[in-house]
T-cell receptor
């Protein structure tokens, strides 16, 4: 069966510091991968999606970037965090345009 | 672009009362999915509807896809406190790649 991992679960970072969140998927090959951000009590904002290694599509211009160095690895990064980057970051995988399966998420607090 | 609207934003019910959330798309959908996010948790896939007029049931939950494939509903009969959380619909437009999420309906159940 497929599983999706995200870490860390919680992160507190100072403004201006770098960020690296990792997501890995097991039990499937060539999945579509997604990064979402969710503000407290709000909906899901799609940040990036990837259909293959090295292929990244950005949905919202911001100071975040994503990379997919391996088939089942998706990384979300920032060189300098802003206060507005605080939120709940969710990674998801799924077949083309279909059901998405979410990881446990990372709660990021930028102070 | 494609938009998915979900109403109501919030719903407070007494335990035992019924609950319905509605999802409307600006364009015809290939399919629609429903997810549940418990407080503090991540979205979990509930069901996918594909056919026009399709109705599916999961215990006390009834999911419906409109005849025109532009709207959907989730109805919960006799709510329980375990039903609390946010319910999201998500749909992919015909010929499109991306799945668009609604803003979610947050359900509060008072015992």
């Amino acid at each position: 069966s497929q599983t999706i991992h995200q870490w860390p679960a919680t992160l507190v970072q100072p403004v201006g510091s770098p960020l690296s969140l990792e997501c890995t998927v097991e039990g499937t090959s060539n999945p579509n991968l997604y990064w979402y951000r969710q503000a407290a009590g709000r909906g899901l904002q799609l940040l990036f999606y990837s259909v293959g290694i090295g292929q990244i599509s950005s949905e919202v211009p911001q100071n975040l970037s994503a990379s997919r160095p391996q088939d089942r690895q998706f990384i979300l990064s920032s060189k300098k965090l802003l206060l507005s980057d605080s939120g709940f970051y969710l990674c998801a995988w799924g077949p083309r345009g279909e059901t998405q399966y979410f990881g446990p998420g990372t709660r990021l607090l930028v102070l | 672009g494609q938009q998915v609207m979900q109403i109501p934003q919030y719903q407070h019910v007494q335990e035992g009362e019924d609950f319905t959330t509605y999802c409307n798309s600006s364009t015809t959908l290939s399919n629609i999915q429903w997810y549940k996010q418990r407080p503090g948790g991540h979205p979990v896939f509930l069901i996918q509807l594909v056919k026009s007029g399709e109705v599916k049931k999961q215990k006390r939950l009834t999911f419906q896809f409109g005849e025109a494939k532009k709207n959907s509903s989730l109805h919960i009969t006799a709510t329980q406190t375990t039903d609390v959380g946010t319910y999201f619909c998500a749909g992919r437009g015909t010929g499109g790649f991306k799945t668009i999420f609604g803003a979610g309906t947050r359900l509060f159940v008072k015992a």
